[in-house]
């Protein structure tokens, strides 16, 4: 045993000195071009061939090597022994399983066996970048065999893609995205700022009309699972929905639900920060598919008012707002501003095509305010108009705030003659779900009929026109206007510094609807 241990002991030390000494002799280059010659040999007579996903893709990151890890992690059976490195990436809810360096994993696509390899090398210099580089390069190797390369690509790598933003969305929270920095793009490229988004908003909690709820919530599944109808039809994959109503009628909280019900993102585009057509279209293309993309209060983001009217008369300042101009991309003069028409592109032009299964909402309070040519059918699909509490809607305010388990308990425990009353007031109250919210929200530790009763005094006062029992926040009978600019100095505060009170669109837009008043 002992002259075993002996040999293997000076076979290893003279295949040691033996490489000490090519090394020595052959400089690294040609070592290097053996080593590819040898390898190119190698591959010539292969029945395989072979696939880079490398985790770098210039300067940018390689989506396709993120997505083939997540997918690797989940769906791909890896060889025994093999080892899985676990990670739990921000913001997300569950652990996802990568291949660790070295590894190999084997998967199966159409009736054809593939062998992917996690290669990882140290990083020769970091030369010059405006970033730092990994230190190490990792990519991953896809072995198949000649015959299958046909039947394999593209449709594999779509299918690992598509996979993988499947396993993202189910295993990360949901993510809201905001332009924050204008069309400023950060160091992957990106002009989005993603935060996670845990709104609690979702159908069950949203008051409104049931059967109408219903009806949005089933035009939402369709569209979801709409994938072949859509391509059969020849029609984008995409939809818009139009939401209006008063302030605090449940428009953002039904852009929330939406999202939790598909378990899509939400890209909030603020139109204030983009200075052009070009910079809108950039913004959309960067946006993902599966997503929810918002444009809030679009009558006071921009003014929507008529796409035909001719240009304005040069302004003194250039202005970030929509200037109504027909011209498409900033011709003469309007170069650094949003039109109408660019808007209309972005929601229904060919570059809104570019990623499918998009929806695309709008709110507003003012829909009289909107151009025709926004609400012309095919362009928003549903216009859904949020309203005033109804009966119905305020059953489920009191489920869900007073904690009445389900209709038949309502009925059972609370306050009957409450109920009644409430029943009978609540239209001509003209009370919004928000406000009674607050009321509830209010008397909850007084207990269910006694804050059912307190609920039913603010209503009544409000329908009777007014005084004592108002409504928190309004005035009796309700200034919406009033309200409205109060919200909107609040929520920019750029704005709400330079023209609070006078309205709440953008700085430019100010003097313009200044002047409509006076008008
Ligand atoms: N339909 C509703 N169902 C349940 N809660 C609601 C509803 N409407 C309003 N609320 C409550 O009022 C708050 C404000 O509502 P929300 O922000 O959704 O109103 P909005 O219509 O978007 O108002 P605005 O026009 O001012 O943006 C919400 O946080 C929610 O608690
Ligand atoms: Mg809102």
Redesign the pocket.
Known sequence: MKEYWTALASLMGAFAFLQGVLHAVFPAELRAAVARLLGRLTRAFSPYCYFDVTEMDGMSTNEIYDAVQLYLSSTAAPASGARLSLSRPLNASSFTFGLAASDRVADAFAGAAVTWEHVVAPRQGQGFSWRPLPEEKRRFTLRIRRGDRDKLLPAYLDHILAAAADIRRRSQDRLLYTNARGGAMDARGLPWDPVPFKHP?TFD????DPARKAAIMADLRDFADGSAFYERTGRAWKRGYLLY??????????IAAMANYLGYDVYDLELTEVGSNAELRKLLMKTTSKSIIVI??IDCSVDLTNRAKPPPAPAPKPRPGIDGAIDQDGGAGAGRSITLSGLLNFTDGLWSCCGAERIFVF?T?HIEKLDPALLRSGRMDMHIF?SYCSFP?LR??LKNYLGFQSDEELDRLGDAAALRGLEEWVDAAEI???DV?EVLIKNRRSGKAEAMRELLDVIKARAGGGGAGAAPGKEAGGDNEEE?EE?RALESPKEGKEQAGIDSCGDGQAEEAEAKKQV
Do not use: F, H, Q, R
């Not at 909690?205 to 409104?208: D, E, G, N, S």
């Open positions: 908003s909690t949203l008051a409104m109503g008063p302030p605090g009628t449940g428009k953002s909280s039904m809030e209060d709110t309070n949020m809607a489920i305010l919004t779900p928000a919210s409205e919200k």
